[in-house]
């Protein structure tokens, strides 16, 4: 007797796309994470997840997001587990498909008997993650689906952007380098949709552009945005501007990497974007990995006041610490 699908609590909290996020939930998440944050730099003992666990199950590379995932977790006094390349060290590697692999972890057959209580999942393909959670017996993180979507990452980032812009309304956002393979922007986009009065630059080079789909999502929403071919036209209008690299890992066509390679100069962060920028007061910001070859953030701006990846990555561990605490408190 087949046991697909199996239905999934109506009420479990699963994170699989931005849109599972809304504003006021956004702000009760926000509180928490400052408060993990104070409590982190005052080295206070929290322990609100004692007796959990968590499975980091990445089929994928990572460091950040598998890192910052697992501090949170023990952060709270909880535990984990992982497998840190799960094609080739978990069972996948001999053919078993995705929905065996959560079924066992999250203990549908006896919940008792569970692997572990909250799964982070990154996965190659689009739609993993909502598959995952269609079987699951725990909540879903979805922590990158091929070029799908990276909701947690996006909510690191608008906890980012909103620490140094000071809000997150009438914003002229940018977004810069690789739009089409990059899965964080679509999830930054939706999630910064939901505030009122934000515009969008989608500055990249051919082949490498910004998804239909969400022109589309924007147009619908009456969210005004434009596409440039070049940084230096429009950084005096940007607030806060998010640099990408790009996704040579996930790019089949090589003459979309050489065109990139060709006209980087429009798309780096260099000391003459960094000057033009001043009036402004643009801030930097990078989801990182920053490819080292390509240095879309050149090395001579990277220490300078406005360029803040290195801030952005640790506000990782209070934010996943405010998600991982929400969602298992439930
Ligand atoms: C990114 C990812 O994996 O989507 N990294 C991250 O999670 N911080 C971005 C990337 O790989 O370029």
Same mark, same amino acid.
């Given at each position: 007797?087949?046991?697909?699908?199996?239905?999934?609590?109506?009420?479990?909290?699963?994170?699989?796309?931005?849109?599972?996020?809304?504003?006021?939930?956004?702000?009760?998440?926000?509180?928490?994470?400052?408060?993990?944050?104070?409590?982190?730099?005052?080295?206070?003992?929290?322990?609100?997840?004692?007796?959990?666990?968590?499975?980091?199950?990445?089929?994928?590379?990572?460091?950040?997001? !598998? *890192?910052? /995932?697992? $501090?949170?977790?023990?952060?709270?006094? +909880? #535990?984990? &587990?992982?497998?840190?390349?799960?094609?080739?060290?978990?069972?996948?590697?001999?053919?078993?498909?995705?929905?065996?692999?959560?079924?066992?972890?999250?203990?549908?057959?006896?919940?008792?008997?569970?692997?572990?209580?909250?799964?982070?999942?990154?996965?190659?393909?689009?739609?993993?993650?909502?598959?995952?959670?269609?079987?699951?017996?725990?909540?879903?993180?979805?922590?990158?689906?091929?070029?799908?979507?990276?909701?947690?990452?996006?909510?690191?980032?608008?906890?980012?952007?909103?620490?140094?812009?000071?809000?997150?309304?009438?914003?002229?956002?940018?977004?810069?380098?690789?739009?089409?393979?990059?899965?964080?922007?679509?999830?930054?986009?939706?999630?910064?949709?939901?505030?009122?009065?934000? !515009? *969008?630059? /989608?500055? $990249?080079?051919?082949?490498?552009?910004? +998804? #239909?789909? &969400?022109?589309?999502?924007?147009?619908?929403?009456?969210?005004?945005?434009?596409?440039?071919?070049?940084?230096?036209?429009?950084?005096?209008?940007?607030?806060?501007?998010?640099?990408?690299?790009?996704?040579?890992?996930?790019?089949?066509?090589?003459?979309?990497?050489?065109?990139?390679?060709?006209?980087?100069?429009?798309?780096?962060?260099?000391?003459?974007?960094?000057?033009?920028?001043?009036?402004?007061?643009?801030?930097?910001?990078?989801?990182?990995?920053?490819?080292?070859?390509?240095?879309?953030?050149?090395?001579?701006?990277?220490?300078?006041?406005?360029?803040?990846?290195?801030?952005?990555?640790?506000?990782?561990?209070?934010?996943?610490?405010?998600?991982?605490?929400?969602?298992?408190?439930?």
């Amino acid at each position: 007797m087949s046991i697909f699908p199996i239905k999934f609590k109506a009420d479990m909290r699963h994170i699989l796309k931005a849109d599972d996020f809304n504003p006021k939930l956004i702000e009760e998440l926000f509180k928490k994470a400052l408060f993990f944050e104070k409590s982190l730099e005052k080295k206070k003992d929290l322990k609100s997840l004692v007796g959990a666990i968590m499975c980091s199950l990445f089929y994928e590379e990572s460091t950040r997001t !598998r *890192f910052s /995932f697992e $501090a949170a977790m023990h952060r709270l006094g +909880g #535990q984990v &587990i992982s497998t840190e390349n799960a094609s080739m060290f978990s069972s996948a590697a001999k053919g078993e498909n995705l929905e065996h692999t959560i079924q066992v972890i999250s203990g549908v057959a006896s919940p008792a008997m569970r692997y572990a209580d909250i799964i982070v999942l990154r996965h190659p393909e689009i739609g993993a993650a909502q598959r995952a959670a269609r079987v699951s017996g725990v909540p879903i993180i979805n922590a990158g689906d091929g070029a799908g979507e990276h909701p947690s990452q996006a909510l690191l980032d608008i906890y980012t952007i909103q620490k140094f812009c000071k809000r997150l309304e009438n914003l002229s956002i940018g977004f810069v380098g690789d739009l089409a393979f990059g899965r964080i922007v679509r999830s930054l986009v939706k999630l910064l949709s939901q505030y009122k009065n934000n !515009r *969008f630059y /989608f500055i $990249a080079p051919e082949g490498l552009k910004i +998804g #239909q789909d &969400i022109k589309e999502y924007l147009v619908k929403k009456g969210i005004s945005f434009q596409e440039n071919g070049n940084l230096e036209d429009v950084i005096g209008d940007i607030d806060f501007c998010y640099v990408t690299r790009v996704q040579k890992n996930h790019i089949q066509d090589q003459k979309f990497i050489e065109e990139y390679q060709n006209s980087k100069d429009k798309f780096v962060i260099s000391k003459e974007i960094y000057e033009l920028s001043e009036a402004r007061g643009t801030f930097f910001g990078h989801p990182m990995p920053i490819d080292s070859r390509e240095q879309e953030i050149s090395p001579e701006v990277e220490n300078l006041p406005r360029v803040i990846f290195l801030k952005q990555a640790g506000f990782g561990v209070p934010v996943r610490m405010a998600l991982l605490e929400w969602i298992y408190k439930k």
